[in-house]
Every structure is written in structure tokens, then in C-alpha cells.
């Protein structure tokens, strides 16, 4: 039978009127324990503390720091996944921090670090214990529950995997898991346990057998995983993932968790270590963005057969929605709206599941081609991300940009030596890293690779939080340059 943990989280309230995080981080670095802030007992003897980890599956979570009492004692992205800290028994007060981005005003020191999310609860930690706390939901409800004992940190033999499952998940519901580890004798699918949310497996130990054409008695053995979550008492499943690669003597935990990102099934499996598994049928998506100011408008079919639809008239600075396609290798072509020929161009690409991407028209009309890139489709609401495309096609044959990134009024002083870009040489048909920053006003500066020549700037452009944008380069139809934003967040 699952072990029901316990859940003690509420819908969160947030509030930024404590104090920063650096006191609470110089404390944990310092002390190098969980909960221990000011006291001087030893945490070294497991009859006297306990152990804590923590898995941060909050969906919309920037890097979240997980407090006990006044001290940070773990500090996760999402989906990140801690080691055990030691700490002393007792009633401890359980906290969580949104981490802010960073200000471009490096003289600004008053600004916040952080901001408070979800309620304060309250736990008894005891002597001898592990634990683990399981983060999920949104930053607008955060909820928690904890695993208790369950031999979460005892070493595993030669020869052996353990693997837990814990469900976090309320995408899931109540699931059947199943196993299949040909490399453990567990050839065809294995029940494991049958799991609502907030319920855990008891530790599932295997016996790793080595090949017989392994003459290496020395070399560590490993194994294939593929884990199954089934409607309760039914063949119906919900998630298969691919085969995940387990080595021996390893303790695996293994969060159902919900996913964000196209596909059918909005389900993942999340490890204790930070690694995240799809399901292997998930779909990908893609969006359509038309920069080519001399291409009329395009009808645009995508897929293996490419007859699925994903634009349909679309002109020049219009774009679509995202649209589910299979993930591995597409094709795409676009002819003129409302006729079926000749073709403007053909792309291939391949696309992985529960990635976002865009494919932008992009170029002069005797030479117009669609680029995909990558994007990133996950909003963060209490930060902004953004990046910088080169669709100018009026600049392909000239040298790369360099970007300058300022806050408005700034400027950019080439005459003195720590002026450095913020994007160096960023070529045409290509996309800068994203930035995160805090919402605001900016100013953009595009300059020739290596020298002062301004091309283009100061542009002004403003983002809000939640924002995930690639702002855009392209040349209108008077040769002009200008700077097109695009919303790459999928809500």
C-alpha cells in the first residue's frame, strides 16, 4: 500500500517586507546545516538530527528558496532537486522566497531580492529521520507535504537500484505505476503501488544482472527503466516514458509531477537529482511569424504529411498561435494565401516533445526562407525574459551586431574601456540568449561587431512580468529598421 503524507501548504499570499536573502544565505554557507543557524550542537550523529531535502515542482517557480525558521536551507530552480541537510529535532517554521531577477542599475541597492510566496506552516522534525519536501502547485498556491522515513538515505548494495515514486502530480490523479527493467529480470511490466496525490511507494529494490557477454566484473552495471502510470485497475495510460538509465547502487526518487508544455498528457517524472522525463508521446509546438515585408501573404501546411494546417493568410508582421506537432522530423511549406502554388519555400526541422518553437518568414522575397529556432515557452510572474532576433534581412551581407543592453537615458560610452556589449556579434537568422530581468522600461543598441558604429538605437521597448518576448530586427518596406516584439510564452 502507498503511504499517505502529509499535506499542510495553503494558497499562498505573497509579501516583500522581510528582510533579504543574503543575511540567510551567509548563514547557511557558513554554518553548512540545515536549521542551525545560531546553535552550537553537533549535526554530525544521525541518533541526534534530521535530514531534509527538498524537490521544487512549482510550475511557474523562478529559483526558490526554502526556509526553516530565519535560515535559507535550500535554494532550487524548478524542477531542481536537493541533497539531505542536517538539522536539529523540533518545531520548525517552513517558508518560501521567490528570487528576483537582477536590476541592470548596479547603484540601485535598495531594491528587492525576493518576495515571500505561500503561507507559513509549521513542522516537527524528528532525531534520526530523513525527510523529504515535495514543493508543488503554482506560486499563487503553493502546496507542500513531506515523506517521512521510508530509509531515504541508507546506502544500496552492489548489484542493486531503489527506486521510490511519490505523486505530486493532480494532472495525474490516482495512477497505477508499473516498472520494466529487462537488464533487472523485470522483463514485462511490474505493478509498483497505486498512488493518489501526495502519496509514496515504499523504496522498490532491484537486482541488476549483468550481460553474459560482460566479462568485466568491475565495470558498473546499469539498467533501462521505463515507468507506466495507468488509470487505477485499468490499461488505460496516462505516461510512458522513454528508457531512463539507472546505474547500480543508486536511490532513485521519482515525483510525478504535471508538465508544462504541449502534448495530450500534461505529465512528467521528475527525480530527486533534478532530472526530468517527458512522456514519451508528447507532442511539440509550433508558431508562424511573417517578417518578410516584400513576401505577400502565406498559407503555411506542417508535419510528416505536411497537410496540417498552421497558417492561413498570415502578412507581413502578423503571427499565429502555437499549434501541436509531432515531435522528431517535420516539414513545412508555404504558397500564397488562397492558392496552392508555387511554393515560397520548404523547411525541414525537427522538433523534440514539449519543446516551442517559431518559424519566421524571413528575408527579401527572392530569397525568403523559413528559420526555426527555439523557444521558451514557460512565463515566470515575477520576472521578465527576453531575447534579440536578427531578422534584418537588408543587413545579411553586412557584419554581425553587437547589442547594447541599457536602462533609458543611459547610453553607451564607447570612449571608455569597461563598455563591453551585452550580446557580442549576433549574426543574421539568429537569436540571442534571454535575458531576465525585473519588468521595465530598457533601451536596445545595435552596433557593428568590434566597432562604435551605431546601426540602429536607441530603441526603446518595455516588459512586464510574466513576459517571455523575442524582440525582432527586421526592415520594413522603406528600409527602415525597427524592432517587432513576439510573445514567446505559450499563455
Known sequence: MAMSSKAFSSPSAMRSDRCGRAWRFVCVAAMATLAAACDNSPLNKDETTFHLRSLNLVEDSPQLAID??????????????????????????????????????????????????????????????????????????????????????????DDKLVLQFTNASANAGEVDVYVTAADASVATRQYVDTLALTESSSPLELTLVRDDDDLDDDSTLSTDVVVELMRPGTSQAIYRSDSIAFAEKGRVLLAIA??????????????????????????????????????????????????????????????????????????????????????????????????????????????????????????????????????????????PLDLYLRLPGEGVDFEDDDTVPSIKSLAYQNASTYFTLKEGDYEIYFAYAGTSKIVVGPRPFHVANGDVLSLVLLDDENGHLELMPVTDAAN
Open 68 to 157: 526553516l525558521d530565519d535560515t535559507t536551507v535550500h535554494s532550487l530552480k524548478y524542477g531542481g532537486g536537493s541533497g539531505f541537510s542536517a538539522g536539529h529535532p523540533g518545531s520548525h517554521d517552513i517558508t518560501f522566497h521567490a528570487l528576483l531577477p537582477v536590476d541592470l542599475d548596479d547603484d540601485d541597492d535598495d531594491d528587492a531580492t525576493e518576495v515571500e510566496v505561500g503561507n507559513s506552516t509549521s513542522y516537527t522534525f524528528l532525531a534520526g529521520t530523513p525527510y523529504t519536501l515535495i514543493v508543488y502547485g503554482t506560486l499563487a498556491d503553493i502546496r507542500t507535504y513531506v515523506m517521512e522515513g521510508l530509509n531515504q538515505r541508507d546506502d544500496v548494495d
Open 258 to 399: 504535471n508538465a508544462k508544455g504541449p502534448g495530450t498528457t500534461p505529465v512528467q517524472l521528475v527525480t530527486s537529482s533534478g532530472g526530468v522525463y517527458r512522456n514519451a508521446v508528447d507532442r511539440a509546438a509550433l508558431k508562424f511569424v511573417h517578417i518578410s515585408h516584400d513576401t505577400p501573404a502565406l498559407d503555411v501546411t506542417v508535419g510528416s504529411g505536411l497537410a496540417d494546417p498552421l497558417a492561413r493568410n498570415i502578412g507581413f508582421r502578423q503571427s499565429t498561435a502555437y499549434v501541436d506537432i509531432k515531435d522528431g522530423e517535420n516539414g513545412m511549406i508555404a504558397v500564397p494565401a488562397g492558392a496552392g502554388s508555387p511554393y515560397v519555400f520548404f523547411e525541414e526541422f525537427t522538433a523534440v516533445g514539449g519543446g516551442y518553437y517559431t518559424a519566421y518568414a524571413m528575408g527579401p522575397a527572392s530569397v525568403v526562407d523559413a528559420v526555426v529556432m527555439a523557444a521558451d515557452g514557460r512565463s515566470v510572474p515575477t520576472q521578465a525574459s527576453f531575447r534579440f532576433v536578427h531578422g534584418a534581412g537588408i543587413l545579411e551581407t553586412e557584419e
